[in-house]
Nanobody, 124 residues
Framework: QVQLVESGGGLMQPGGSLRLSCAAS????????IAWFRQAPGKEREAISC????????YDLFSVKGLFTIFRDNAKNTVYLQMNSLNPEDTAVYYC?????????????????WGQGTQVTVSS
């Protein structure tokens, strides 16, 4: 069965950087995609970036202004989200999600698999 496990969240000061990890397992083919979402208190879940497994092509699902980067380590079956120049508005629970077959949509219901989420808090 498909399993996604996030890690790497924590408390950061404004201007800092953080790298989140999403360890994926259980896929039997490469026709899937992994995306990062976040949800701040009282707000809807928001798509950040997505990567198709078969091609490794990444898509920014909202304007990250080059501050957030999705990348992967195939040997570890892990997808990362590198976040730079964090500010308090980036405080949220961050989730990785998988869609099978692959899609890089911003619409959360299209993703059938979700990790447990990891809290990122940006505060001085």
């Amino acid at each position: 069965q498909v399993q996604l496990v996030e890690s790497g969240g924590g408390l950061m000061q404004p201007g800092g950087s953080l790298r989140l990890s999403c360890a994926a397992s259980g896929f039997t083919s490469d026709d899937y995609s992994i995306a990062w979402f976040r949800q701040a208190p009282g707000k809807e879940r928001e798509a950040i970036s997505c990567m198709r497994s078969s091609t490794g092509i990444a898509y920014d699902l909202f304007s990250v202004k080059g501050l957030f980067t999705i990348f992967r380590d195939n040997a570890k079956n892990t997808v990362y989200l590198q976040m730079n120049s964090l500010n308090p508005e980036d405080t949220a629970v961050y989730y990785c999600a998988a869609a099978r077959p692959a899609t890089c949509s911003s619409y959360p219901p299209l993703y059938g698999y979700w990790g447990q989420g990891t809290q990122v808090t940006v505060s001085s």
